[in-house]
């Protein structure tokens, strides 16, 4: 009986809380909204993310139409305050990272011609307000674990996560083909003409 008597209290005050707080709307700013996203062929890859910030939120994302990174703003109610872009370095996006203190993004580029060479992944380090501090390149063949890349992100999205100052990253890739079987190699990830 007591049990039902705390159930029943308990409904009756979120009954009434429902009723009598104000039902919140969001909406956008009159001069700033926010930039549509095509979500149609996500496959595997992360095209967007949403981190929390002194302000608010924070999105970035991967402007397929245009071929860069956008930056969004928003206030608690998701109001647009501010927006930017980075434009693409290297052909594909590979991917966000909001790091203890700085931002990362991970690019890529094909290697087909299989030089060993050749830079395949860029990592591009910026402080909390988007200012270039750096690069990190891994080429086709650097001796850590990244071998023979011939697409980077290949069948895989870019994870990433920091430990004690270093970054660590995960990602697919597709390699280095053997010539007798050359001919007949599939293209896997469908959206490699970007």
């Excluded at 139409?65 to 305050?81: M, Q, R, S, T």
Aim: net charge positive.
């Amino acid at each position: 009986m007591r049990k039902k008597s705390i159930l029943l209290i308990v409904s009756i005050v979120i009954a009434i809380l429902l009723v009598i707080l104000p039902n919140k709307n969001f909406a956008a700013s009159s001069n700033l909204l926010p930039t549509a996203c095509n979500n149609i062929n996500v496959s595997l890859r992360k095209y967007s993310a949403l981190v929390l910030v002194d302000s608010g939120y924070m999105r970035v994302f991967y402007d397929d139409a245009n071929k860069n990174i956008g930056i969004e703003y928003y206030d608690n109610n998701f109001k647009v305050l501010q927006k930017k872009t980075i434009k693409l370095e290297l052909e594909y996006y590979g991917g966000f990272y909001a790091g203890s203190n700085a931002y990362y993004i991970v690019e890529g580029q094909s290697n087909t011609e299989e030089n060993d060479n050749k830079e395949v992944i860029r990592v591009i380090k910026y402080d909390k307000d988007w200012k270039k501090l750096g690069t990190a390149k891994i080429t086709g063949e650097t001796g850590n674990g990244a071998k023979e890349i011939r697409y980077p992100f290949d069948v895989g999205c870019v994870e990433m996560t920091e430990v004690n100052g270093k970054l660590y990253i995960v990602t697919g890739h597709q390699g280095y083909v053997d010539p007798s079987v050359r001919s007949r190699t599939p293209r896997i990830f469908n959206d490699r003409s970007r």
